[in-house]
T-cell receptor, first 114, second 113 residues
Framework: AQSVTQPDIHITVSEGASLELRCNYSYGATPYLFWYVQSPGQGLQLLLKYFSGDTLVQGIKGFEAEFKRSQSSFNLRKPSVHWSDAAEYFCAVGPVSGYSTLTFGKGTMLLVSP | DGGITQSPKYLFRKEGQNVTLSCEQNLNHDAMYWYRQDPGQGLRLIYYSQIVNDFQKGDIAEGYSVSREKKESFPLTVTSAQKNPTAFYLC????????????FGSGTRLTVV
């Protein structure tokens, strides 16, 4: 069965500092991988996605993620965090075939300190 | 603009009452999904539908029911059999394949008292 692990429940980063959120997945083959962001009381917004090709993918709001097959990881990064980045971040994995459901990690809450 | 509309934003019900959460999309997406979100639990799949008049149970379907009579609509009923219905409910939709990921609604917070 596929699964997603986000090891960090909370992370606090100073404004202007760099950020890395970890995501590890378990899957039989190379899956589709996604990062979503959720502001309090809102739905999820897609930040970026990986399907194939270049293992470094760029997303919205200055985020990027790197797929490492050998480590089954898809970590999210941002060079300089802004206070508006404070939110909850979810990693998700899905099979590369037709209809199927995504499996989500439990999320990482990002807190940004002044 | 296309999107997914969930209504209402906040919903209060007395224990023992059934309640229906609305989800409407104008994205022409075939597939629709319902997730439940509790603090520290991430998103858990309740039901999903790949096509009109067909739906499948997710991981936590007990105490919930759905219908898919129209492509645009996928209402979720929280029945009195659901033991802990207070939660944040998210609806999503997608096209065939995973290329675009899911588009989410803004959620409904259900509180049962």
């Amino acid at each position: 069965a596929q699964s997603v692990t986000q090891p960090d429940i909370h992370i606090t980063v100073s404004e202007g500092a760099s950020l890395e959120l970890r995501c590890n997945y378990s899957y039989g083959a190379t899956p589709y991988l996604f990062w979503y962001v959720q502001s309090p009381g809102q739905g999820l917004q897609l930040l970026l996605k990986y399907f194939s090709g270049d293992t470094l993918v760029q997303g919205i709001k200055g985020f990027e993620a790197e797929f490492k097959r050998s480590q089954s990881s898809f970590n999210l990064r941002k060079p300089s965090v802004h206070w508006s980045d404070a939110a909850e971040y979810f990693c998700a994995v899905g099979p590369v075939s037709g209809y199927s459901t995504l499996t989500f990690g439990k999320g990482t809450m990002l807190l940004v300190s002044p | 603009d296309g999107g997914i509309t969930q209504s209402p934003k906040y919903l209060f019900r007395k224990e023992g009452q059934n309640v229906t959460l609305s989800c409407e999309q104008n994205l022409n997406h075939d597939a629709m999904y319902w997730y439940r979100q509790d603090p520290g639990q991430g998103l858990r799949l309740i039901y999903y539908s790949q096509i009109v008049n067909d739906f499948q149970k997710g991981d936590i379907a007990e105490g919930y029911s759905v219908s898919r009579e129209k492509k645009e609509s996928f209402p979720l009923t929280v029945t009195s059999a659901q033991k802990n219905p207070t939660a944040f409910y998210l609806c999503a939709s997608s096209i065939p394949g995973q290329e675009m990921g899911y588009t989410f609604g803004s959620g409904t917070r259900l509180t049962v008292v």
